[in-house]
Each structure stands twice: as C-alpha cells, then as structure tokens.
T-cell receptor
Framework: GDSVTQMEGPVTLSEEAFLTINCTYT??????LFWYVQYPGEGLQLLLK?????DKGSNKGFEATYRKETTSFHLEKGSVQVSDSAVYFC????????????FGTGTKLQVIP | DAGVTQSPTHLIKTRGQHVTLRCSPI?????VSWYQQVLGQGPQFIFQ???????GRGNFPDRFSARQFPNYSSELNVNALLLGDSALYLC????????????FGPGTRLTVT
C-alpha cells in the first residue's frame, strides 16, 4: 500500500538556520503531495501542496518540489524562526475512489533563539 | 468563516464504555473524514463520508462507526473502548469527494482509563 517516510526528529536548529526535512513516498499512480504543520495543542494546518511532478509548493517561506524520479518531496526553508517550532507531517493523497490522506510519522522541529 | 469545529475538546472514558465525537465541517463542504492520531504518530485514516454515505474506510475494527447528517455534520462512535483507543481524533472537511485539499479541526483528545 501507499506509504510516506520522513526523517526522524527531533530537529533542533538555531534561529535563521537553513531547514531541510526529508520525505519520500511509495505509491501507485500519481499522488498529490502535501506538508502539514501541527503547532502545540492545535490541529493540522495545510502548509503547502503539489499535485504533479516538478510542481513546487510554497507558503510562508517554506517550499517543496515534487520529484517523481526520486519519489521525494523534501521541505526546505532558508531561515527558520522560533515561531516555526512545530511538528511537520509529509502526506499524500490520490484521486479516484474515496479520499484518504496517508501521513508520515511527523518530524518535530525546535528552533532556539 | 468558521473553520472545522469538533466537540468535545477533551474526554475521559473507562474501558468498555462507548463514546460519541462530533464534527461540523466548514460551511459549503460536503465531505467529512475522520482520523486517529496516536501520540507521536501521524494521523491514520478511519472513514470518509460524502453526501451522508460512507465512501471509504481504513483498517479499523467494527467498534468504530460514523454517520453524516443532512447538514453535513458528522459523528464518530466507538464502542467497547480499549486503552489503545486513547488518541487525538481529528475531523477534516473538504468541498467534495475528490478535492485533495482537506481542512482539519482542532481534534478531540480521548483518554481511556
């Protein structure tokens, strides 16, 4: 079945450091790919998405490119802030049939001043 | 516009009891999905409902059931609670059955003792 694998956390960075969180997926067909963010005590928020190969999703300084050849969707940000501290989930969804989002296990990011 | 709302926020139940969780989707959204998020893990798909019919089901036992009402709100029911059912239960809504983008509520934290 479909699956998403993302790097183990926690990731601890200093403010203004460069962020990369790796994500790879296994799926048949042509999934759409997402990054969700979960702040402490809150539900999931969609951060960015890409619906086809070579698409780049971007939002709030974060970006990720849909790489079909490497089945990857790595999340990057050039300069993190303390307010970016959260858990980040990579996920996929496919068209057809019913709607189901398959999530990775999440990567906790802690940004220190 | 209000986002996805869920009630209650927190709930404590005893093993063997029954629980009902409620979800109101974003106005105009007709699809509701339920996810279970165990501490430290990514959300796992339980159900999708669209136009009051079950459209998809994840790998959960028959103790889990749900329904959707004419106003598109939804209830998740869990019977014969087990300790392992302790989790954050997330509801997500989307415009229709095929729309990739889902909007998540804040969740209901269920603790089974």
């Amino acid at each position: 079945g479909d699956s998403v694998t993302q790097m183990e956390g926690p990731v601890t960075l200093s403010e203004e450091a460069f962020l990369t969180i790796n994500c790879t997926y296994t799926a048949t067909g042509y999934p759409s790919l997402f990054w969700y963010v979960q702040y402490p005590g809150e539900g999931l928020q969609l951060l960015l998405k890409a619906t086809k190969a070579d698409d780049k999703g971007s939002n709030k300084g974060f970006e990720a490119t849909y790489r079909k050849e490497t089945t990857s969707f790595h999340l990057e940000k050039g300069s993190v802030q303390v307010s970016d501290s959260a858990v980040y989930f990579c996920a996929l969804s496919k068209s057809g049939g019913y709607q189901k989002v398959t999530f990775g296990t999440g990567t906790k990011l802690q940004v220190i001043p | 516009d209000a986002g996805v709302t869920q009630s209650p926020t927190h709930l404590i139940k005893t093993r063997g009891q029954h629980v009902t969780l409620r979800c109101s989707p974003i106005s105009g959204h007709k699809s509701v999905s339920w996810y279970q998020q165990v501490l430290g893990q990514g959300p796992q798909f339980i159900f999708q409902y669209y136009e009051k019919e079950e459209r998809g089901r994840g790998n959960f036992p028959d103790r889990f059931s749900a329904r959707q009402f004419p106003n598109y709100s939804s209830e998740l029911n869990v019977n014969a609670l087990l300790l392992g059912d302790s989790a954050l239960y997330l509801c997500a809504s989307s415009l229709d059955q095929q729309t990739y983008e889902q909007y998540f509520g804040p969740g209901t934290r269920l603790t089974v003792t």
